[in-house]
């Protein structure tokens, strides 16, 4: 069984920074991607950020040159370094993981960016 726990979440003023982190407890981790997902309110959950095992990583164009996604050296777990917030960033972010046959998300950290 696979657990994760983000945390990092709060209220930062527009152009702020925030730091969320994502332990994943369990076994199994190998060729795995782990990634971000944030939903706004009355929007659908979106994709943020990924990377993968080999230490690749991807960003949705909204955050792109903003967010960084990073792994720990224990590989369990994942960052997600948010500079420049704007307002609009404002989201309940989700770390979620991708191994073989499993799709794993975390409970969800709120991220309020105020104006």
């Known amino acids: 069984q696979v657990h994760l726990v983000e945390s990092g979440g709060g209220l930062v003023q527009a152009g702020g920074s925030l730091r969320l982190s994502c332990a994943a407890s369990?076994?199994?981790?190998?060729?795995?991607?782990m990634a971000w997902y944030r939903q706004a309110p009355g929007k659908q959950r979106e994709w943020v950020a990924s990377?993968?095992?080999?230490?690749?990583?991807f960003y949705a164009d909204s955050v792109e040159g903003r967010f960084t996604i990073s792994r720990g050296n224990a590989r369990n777990t994942v960052y997600l370094q948010m500079n420049s917030l704007k307002p609009e960033d404002t989201a309940v972010y989700y770390c979620?993981?991708?191994?073989?046959?499993?799709?794993?998300w975390g409970q969800g950290t709120q991220v309020t960016v105020s104006s």
């Open positions: 979620f993981l991708a191994v073989i046959g499993s799709n794993y």
């Open positions: 369990g076994s199994g981790f190998g060729a795995d991607t």
């Open positions: 990377i993968h095992s080999g230490g690749s990583a």
